[in-house]
């Protein structure tokens, strides 16, 4: 993920967690350790588009389905990928799949809300380099009839995760960004559970 990327997040699970909770750019800069002109450049279309506003120190967000919405629209899933691999099921995949991956996509949908809007065969994992031989081992099958797909685990995504699934802005972002059919039926669900159903 590109550092801006980072922020976005942070701000979405930021506004979930605590509905106007006020950031500044320096609190920003030092969690993720990088430049005040990096989380500037970041800031600057939310403040444009009227996703954050200016309080009297700092700032918060106001628009938060335009805050997924710019986010998801400007992530390029495909970058991210470091494996894709097929399975028998994506039933089986997820059995199989190895502890200390991050849960993403359909599966971490199912796993936080119980329910699946629509039947899926593609099984999002987040993962580093060191994790992958484990990945393949278990996973690869050749041929079947689910997709895996194998994301690079950015270093702070343990941090945001929640019992090992993503967040729900970054289940929303690369719902966003995948092509099967199902996946407008998730993300719908996906916004009515966190209050923001009907978003264009």
Same mark, same amino acid.
């Given at each position: 993920?590109?550092?801006?990327?980072?922020?976005?997040?942070? %701000? @979405?699970?930021?506004?979930?967690?605590?509905?106007? @909770?006020?950031? *500044?750019? %320096?609190?920003?800069?030092?969690?993720?350790?990088?430049?005040?002109?990096? !989380?500037?450049?970041?800031?600057?279309? %939310?403040?444009?588009?009227?996703? !954050?506003?200016?309080?009297?120190?700092?700032?918060?967000? !106001?628009?938060? #389905?335009?805050?997924? @919405?710019?986010?998801?629209?400007?992530? $390029?899933?495909?970058?991210?990928?470091?494996?894709?691999?097929?399975?028998?099921? !994506?039933?089986?995949?997820?059995?199989?799949?190895?502890?200390? *991956?991050?849960?993403? #996509?359909?599966?971490?949908?199912?796993?936080?809300?119980?329910?699946?809007?629509?039947?899926?065969?593609?099984?999002?994992?987040?993962?580093?380099?060191?994790?992958?031989?484990?990945?393949?081992?278990?996973?690869?099958? #050749?041929?079947?009839?689910? $997709?895996?797909?194998?994301?690079?685990? +950015?270093?702070?995504?343990?941090?945001?995760? /929640?019992?090992?699934?993503?967040? +729900?802005? /970054?289940?929303? =972002?690369?719902?966003?960004?995948?092509?099967?059919?199902?996946? =407008?039926?998730?993300?719908? =669900?996906?916004?009515? /559970?966190?209050?923001? +159903? #009907?978003?264009?």
């Amino acid at each position: 993920m590109f550092k801006k990327e980072w922020i976005y997040r942070e %701000l @979405a699970c930021l506004h979930l967690k605590e509905r106007g @909770a006020a950031f *500044t750019e %320096l609190s920003l800069s030092r969690k993720f350790g990088i430049s005040l002109c990096t !989380v500037h450049h970041a800031l600057v279309p %939310l403040k444009e588009m009227g996703i !954050v506003t200016p309080l009297s120190r700092g700032w918060r967000v !106001v628009a938060f #389905g335009k805050l997924l @919405a710019f986010w998801a629209s400007t992530r $390029r899933l495909g970058r991210e990928i470091i494996w894709e691999g097929n399975a028998p099921s !994506v039933r089986e995949a997820e059995r199989l799949a190895p502890s200390g *991956t991050v849960w993403g #996509g359909f599966t971490a949908y199912k796993l936080r809300y119980k329910e699946t809007p629509a039947d899926y065969s593609v099984l999002v994992l987040y993962a580093d380099e060191k994790q992958l031989g484990e990945i393949k081992e278990r996973l690869e099958r #050749g041929k079947g009839g689910a $997709r895996i797909l194998v994301l690079k685990k +950015d270093q702070f995504i343990l941090d945001e995760s /929640q019992d090992g699934l993503c967040t +729900d802005p /970054q289940i929303y =972002a690369d719902l966003w960004n995948m092509k099967e059919w199902y996946a =407008a039926d998730f993300r719908r =669900a996906l916004e009515k /559970q966190m209050g923001i +159903d #009907g978003m264009e």
